[in-house]
């Protein structure tokens, strides 16, 4: 025990001893310490009294480090922190979760934040211009050519860089400030060219600035905006907030503004016209609509839509064949592409064959050089027939001449093993399944050749046609259909009508049919009219007049297939001008009715007039409707002068033109949704959507706003908002003073509107 006292006691006389005598401190110390060895204390009495170096320790009472404290490892604070004398630091809340007060928040490298509330309301009362520089100056220097304009260069410890370049576009303007209501201030406006720059100052020409209007000569309190250069391309646009303005509030995107002129440099637009209340939208340049992962979208683009997905069109749509690269096939080139023949007997010659299986009426390959092919009945093929090929060829000379580098389609489908197709320099061979498939090819012709179908397959609806568009298959103009042996029945018909008996018994007249005209001497001078009672299906000819039966049957064949076919004047010669068919079909060239209509559709190809004149459908496709109140051109766009609403359990939807607004309603007849147009003067219009969501007591819980420049999105209830514009998004609360702002190069904090912290 005394070699430890002798340790104690030396101990402390060497730091009494290094200290001078003024240093009490130390004094102190040496003096506790001999006092101790005194006392002849225990080891154990001292371990009580002092903290181990060596040892784990703990204190029950308060220590103070007035130097500092540096720990290598984990610091342990059971019920929090506090740092400095503010009410700063860290706290442990009752549920275990800790809460941080600070007054400036520096993250160096990246802060994530599973929730993030920003408390504060900002309002613009005036102007605000989004652009690559702008200064509060707080002194102004007149020199010779210039005016020399002062800022801050610091501002709470943050060093400010000036944004400014030689040549920038400098503004400043007031239009709040009531003249005579502050003595000498009126509204204020200037816009100069910025000559020199310096680390805290900027020099505006005195002479180069806006020639349209007298500009003001800079003061101290200016807020200073570039609004354009001269020459640098990347300080030419702005984003410009107003409320004061002749279409405000609005927001206008500008961009190319390289003198004091904002006139043709507006690129985004939404303004409001406050004499009509019509909002309005623009937007000049590239546009992109859709996946982010481009699966599906809509792109403008150096002059070009570009679309990927799904393309609904209504029935009514016309144009696309003026689209460029878009040319729809419309004319099949290969004759008796179906395989039924051409409705007429064969022509037979001295060096004709005949066979069992050859076909005498409507040979089924007219026009096709044939090997190994067999003609089938087949219910699937529109024609009704398949041409089947076991190691087999088709090829046929086409009446049309090819054009070398035209654009071309072949489609047709298939079955089987194997089929190849060769045509204008195109040669492809698909291997087949035991189901039809549809094959096209798209090729630009780079040489006249025959249309060639070879291999072991099933193929019907063959198709050659010019475009880049197929269409449905069809028959090539230059084949005859079925209608041609219709005419061959008629012929045997006639010849027994004519070779036929007629019996009078009184007043009844029996006979197959009867034909009037100019009949004399027991002949039939010309033939006008006639009635028949040959029947043998619907399409069969009652009655007749301006031409004889032959014509009238002509009449009726001409628009079997298709009643809205149009016909030459040369082929309406050769037609009946009157004819109704035993099924009811009637042929008139004109038809005048004193009484009613009663039909189930109708086409009508000249002008329809109604209602006195106040209904029109005219000629060209174009509509009038109510006086011309609804109305559609030959475009196909439709015109309502007045509103349209449609209703649906108790919810509808409003368009009115004379507000130009679109409107959707609830059942407790709120607003959901708007889309109006900001309408300006001059300006064109720009549209703004608005949503709102109420809950069922009818309270409104939630707004959304978007618009050219932006967006918002306000939770009612819980009184959050956000705002995405150009380049910043700010998240809000309205309770509180607090307000984030995030842009692409910082991110900013702001307490009762005033800028506390600035990350960039």
């Not at 506790?32 to 225990?42: G, H, I, K, Q, Y």
């Not at 100056?137 to 020399?148: M, N, Q, T, W």
């Not at 409001?272 to 792109?299: C, H, L, N, P, W």
């Not at 449905?472 to 006639?494: C, G, H, Q, V």
Request: with cysteine.
């Amino acid at each position: 025990m005394a070699n430890i006292k002798e340790v104690l006691r030396a101990a402390a006389i060497q730091i009494r001893d290094e200290r001078k005598l003024e240093a009490n401190t130390a004094e102190r110390v040496g003096s506790l310490l001999l006092a101790l060895v005194e006392a002849d204390p225990s080891i154990e009495d001292l371990e009580k009294l002092f903290l181990s170096k060596v040892n784990d320790d703990e204190a029950s009472g308060h220590i103070t480090f007035e130097n500092g404290l540096t720990a290598n490892e984990l610091i342990i604070a059971l019920k929090g922190l506090l740092i400095g004398d503010n009410g700063s630091g860290i706290t442990i809340l009752e549920n275990g979760m800790s809460q941080a007060v600070v007054d400036y928040l520096y993250v160096k490298a990246k802060a994530v934040f599973d929730e993030l509330e920003i408390k504060k309301k900002t309002y613009v009362g005036g102007e605000q211009v989004i652009s690559y520089a702008g200064m509060k100056c707080i002194k102004v220097e007149e020199l010779a050519d210039a005016y020399r304009c002062y800022f801050k260069a610091e501002e709470d410890g943050i060093e400010l860089k000036n944004q400014f370049t030689v040549g920038s576009l400098a503004i400043a303007q007031e239009c709040n400030i009531k003249v005579g209501v502050f003595q000498h201030v009126g509204n204020r406006y200037y816009w100069r060219k910025v000559i020199d720059v310096g680390s805290d100052y900027i020099d505006l020409s005195k002479t180069i600035c806006d020639p349209n209007v007298e500009n003001d000569v800079p003061v101290s309190g200016d807020n200073i905006v570039g609004l354009g250069h001269k020459t640098d391309i990347t300080r030419q646009a702005a984003i410009i907030l107003s409320s004061v303005n002749e279409v405000s509030p609005s927001i206008l995107m500008y961009q190319g503004i390289n003198d004091f002129t904002l006139s043709d440099k507006e690129v985004i637009a939404f303004d409001f016209d406050k004499t009509t209340g019509k909002a309005s939208m623009r937007v000049y340049g590239d546009t992109y609509i859709g996946a982010k992962d481009k699966t599906q979208f809509i792109e403008f683009k150096d002059g070009k839509v570009t679309i990927k997905g799904t393309l609904h069109i209504e029935p009514g749509s016309d144009g696309f064949e003026n689209v460029d690269g878009m040319e729809f096939g419309k004319v099949n080139l290969i004759r008796n592409s179906g395989f039924t023949g051409d409705y007429n007997s064969a022509k037979l010659e001295v060096e004709t064959e005949l066979e069992a299986e050859t076909d005498l009426y409507s040979q089924a390959l007219k026009f096709w050089a044939a090997t190994n092919a067999i003609v089938n009945t087949d219910p699937v093929s529109q024609s009704g027939r398949s041409v089947t090929l076991n190691t087999g060829i088709l090829v046929q000379a086409l009446f049309y001449k090819m054009v070398t580098s035209e654009k071309y389609i072949i489609s047709f489908r298939a079955k089987g093993s194997s089929v190849s197709v060769s045509c204008g320099g195109l040669e492809r061979t698909e291997q087949l399944t035991a189901n039809y498939q549809r094959f096209i090819y798209k090729f630009d012709a780079n040489v006249d050749t025959e249309f060639t179908v070879s291999g072991t397959c099933t193929v019907c609806e063959l198709q050659l046609e010019c475009g880049t568009v197929p269409s449905k298959w069809s028959m090539s103009p230059l084949d005859n259909n079925s209608s041609e042996a219709k005419f061959e029945a008629i012929r045997y018909l006639t010849d027994v009508i004519k070779n036929g008996s007629v019996d009078i018994i009184g007043g009844l007249i029996m006979a197959s049919m009867l034909k009037l005209g100019n009949y004399v001497n027991g002949e039939m001078k010309k033939e006008t009219a006639g009635i028949s009672g040959v029947y043998n299906d619907d399409d069969d000819v009652a009655f007749y007049a301006g031409g004889n039966y032959e014509q009238a049957i002509r009449a009726v064949l001409e628009y079997l297939d298709n009643p809205n076919k149009e016909v030459d004047e040369a082929t309406l010669a050769e037609m009946a001008n009157a004819v109704i068919t035993h099924g009811g079909r009637a042929i008139f060239n004109d038809v005048i009715l004193r009484g009613y209509v009663y039909a189930l559709g109708g086409v009508f190809k000249g002008k329809v007039v109604q209602g006195g004149g106040l209904n029109v459908m005219n000629e060209d496709g174009s509509v009038n409707f109510c006086g011309g109140k609804i109305r559609w051109g030959i475009d196909g766009n439709p015109v309502f002068e007045g509103k349209v609403t449609t209703f649906f359990s108790g919810r509808r939807i409003e368009i009115d033109p004379e507000t130009n607004s679109f409107k959707m309603f609830n059942e407790n007849n709120d607003a959901v949704c708007e889309m109006i147009f900001l309408e300006q003067l001059d300006m064109p219009y720009l549209p703004r959507l608005r949503m709102r969501d109420y809950n069922k007591n009818g309270e409104l819980i939630r707004t959304a706003y978007y618009g050219a420049s932006g967006a918002n999105i306000e939770d009612i209830i819980g009184g959050t908002g956000i705002t995405l514009t150009q380049g910043t998004c700010r998240i809000y609360q309205h309770d509180s003073s607090r307000d984030c702002l995030l842009q692409p190069s910082s991110l900013s904090f702001y307490r009762d509107g005033k800028l506390y912290k600035k990350y960039e």
